[in-house]
């Protein structure tokens, strides 16, 4: 098993940065995708940003692109997402995933492991 724990959420200003962290304990062994998705009130959980856990390489959602930068500290297991230039319709609970497959999904199906979720409100 994999656990997830992320922090960093808070209420911020139309414009503000926030840094968002996912520290992963148990098998971190076993997965070697993660990512970070979204979800605001009324609408399905979205796909924000993934990175191959060994190799580095990333994708984004064509919404954060630009704005937000994933990245992970191998060496103590921890993602990060750096936002900038965040927009009220950036208000969502944040999660972060892992899985095991060997290419970054877009999927919320593609991942094994979740996190609780940390919130970000950006205020108009």
């Known amino acids: 098993q994999v656990q997830l724990v992320e922090s960093g959420g808070e209420l911020v200003p139309a414009g503000g940065s926030l840094r968002l962290s996912c520290a992963a304990s148990g098998r971190t062994f076993s997965y070697y995708v993660m990512g970070w998705f979204r979800q605001a009130p009324g609408k399905e959980r979205e796909f924000v940003a993934g990175i191959s856990w060994i190799v580095g390489s990333t994708s984004y959602t064509d919404s954060v692109k630009g704005r937000f930068t994933i990245s992970r500290d191998y060496a103590k297991n921890t993602l990060y997402l750096q936002m900038n230039s965040l927009k009220p319709e950036d208000t969502a609970v944040y999660y972060c995933?892992?899985?095991?497959?060997?290419?970054?999904?877009?999927?919320?199906?593609?991942?094994?492991?979740w996190g609780q979720g940390t919130q970000v409100t950006v205020s108009s």
């Open positions: 995933a892992a899985g095991v497959s060997r290419l970054i999904q877009s999927r919320v199906a593609g991942y094994d492991y």
